[in-house]
């Protein structure tokens, strides 16, 4: 990493027309010169603790390996036919609670998963494919369980022989008890209208 950034920063001095001390070691160092350009020197040290900062940073975060959790998904889906629906359904549910109105709702905190939530009346049988996605994440702990259920149901469709839904990570979860969505949410058929049905 460090190679790569001094490697960088030369570059850009030479470009620059600055003189450059390069040595193998720093022992056998030739006296630094004065940096005749200001910018360059900010330029240097820009990219030399820039690269350093970088590459803390993905090293404190792990990222989802969304092709190893698709196949794990993949593999719940050929052992019980029935789970990829349910999958759908879930994925859905857990966003088909969003409000307009106040903009509370949806997949947004993987809310679906807690009570009371799961305990809505259109919720029922849903907590079997919440069940199956806490073995998933507890394999996968950088995945959040509001993009593990959205994505079971990409996968779903798609292992069905639906289209390719694009995804993209970036849910966050709460806690049980938090942004509890209040029941009948879900549109519902028998309303008669879309202003009635979706509030």
Do not use: C
């Not at 160092?29 to 360059?40: C, D, I, Q």
């Not at 859905?92 to 799961?118: F, M, V």
């Not at 995804?167 to 009948?184: C, S």
């Amino acid at each position: 990493m460090f190679r790569q950034a001094f490697s960088r920063a030369s570059r850009v001095a030479a470009r620059a027309g600055a003189p450059l001390a390069v040595a193998r070691s720093m022992t056998v160092a030739a006296p630094r010169r004065p940096v005749s350009n200001n910018a360059t020197a900010l330029t240097v040290a820009f990219l030399l603790t820039t690269g350093a900062s970088v590459s803390l940073l993905h090293a404190k975060e792990k990222k989802a390996n969304l092709a190893k959790i698709r196949q794990e998904i993949v593999d719940l889906i050929d052992d019980d036919a029935a789970i990829g629906p349910t999958f759908v359904r879930l994925a859905w549910h857990s966003s088909g609670s969003y409000s307009k109105k106040d903009k509370s709702g949806g997949s947004q905190g993987g809310t679906i998963r807690h009570k009371p939530e799961s305990d809505h009346g259109g919720n029922a049988g849903l907590d079997i494919a919440v069940a199956r996605l806490e073995a998933i994440k507890a394999r996968h702990p950088e995945i959040t369980f509001a993009d593990l259920i959205v994505f079971s149901g990409i996968v779903a469709i798609a292992e069905m022989g639906g289209p390719e839904v694009p995804f993209r990570v970036g849910r966050k979860d709460v806690k049980a008890g938090e942004l509890v969505t209040p029941d009948g949410r879900l549109p519902d058929a028998d309303k008669g209208s879309k202003p009635a049905t979706i509030n």
